[in-house]
């Protein structure tokens, strides 16, 4: 409830309500929120203060307008911290959703020499390629291309890869994720990323490739990810240094 003769500003506290309303799906997605006049006569506020909280949760992807039609609750983000080796299926059950693999393909290739250095194998050796897409309570969320060295994974059979490939090399051969290194680009979905993901062709996505290695020293494989933007984003905490 907004408190007239709180220190927090009018403005603010009607954030505070719509997006209490938004988490508790009391404003589901794609529904209309009321207009500027409701909230002034409900909360006897002045319409720039209406305005003001509503352009910064359009701001913010907790609303957006469609011209002549009124201002809608936006599907909202999946949040990722930065920190920590985490899983695609691990973050999805911390956040409640159903995680669920589809794959596309599943191949025997030959590494180039980009891959051949990350994965610290000679160009031209065998390596597995997996082609899947990763979802959210059936929802699409990433077109991943994973590539991992066939001496490391002789036995990966592609209903191993509709599992986790992580579990399947821990429990294998006793080895642990000991360390990721990951790089993010911001793109626009090509014609076939974007039909995957049921996305328009053209909408941004995130790039991100991560290379993991096992606690032996050895790389245990190379993810390129195409990420929805739409429904994702990334989170990481800073601290000065002295």
Sequence with gaps: MIQKNSLSPLYYQLEEEI?????????????????EKEYTEKYEISRMTVRQAISNLVNDGYLYRQRGKGTFVAQQKLEQPLQGL?????????RGFE?????????EVKADDDL??????EAGNPIFELIRVRLADQLPMAYERLYIPKDLAQDLTEEIALASIQDYVQKTFGFKIQHG?????????????????EVIEGSPVLLIER?????SNIPLGVVRSVYRADRYKFRINLERLS
């Excluded at 993010?184 to 974007?194: D, G, L, R």
């Design 86 to 94: 985490t899983n695609f299926s691990e973050d999805m059950i911390s």
């Design 211 to 215: 290379r993991s290695t096992l606690n």
């Design 99 to 107: 995680p669920s693999t589809r794959v596309i393909s599943f191949n």
């Design 116 to 121: 051949a250095a990350k994965l610290e194998v």
């Design 181 to 197: 290194r990951q790089v993010i680009e911001a793109s626009i979905a090509q014609k076939y990323e974007a039909e995957i993901l």
């Design 19 to 35: 997006k209490e309303a938004i988490q508790k799906l009391e404003l589901a997605p794609g529904e209309m929120i009321p207009s």
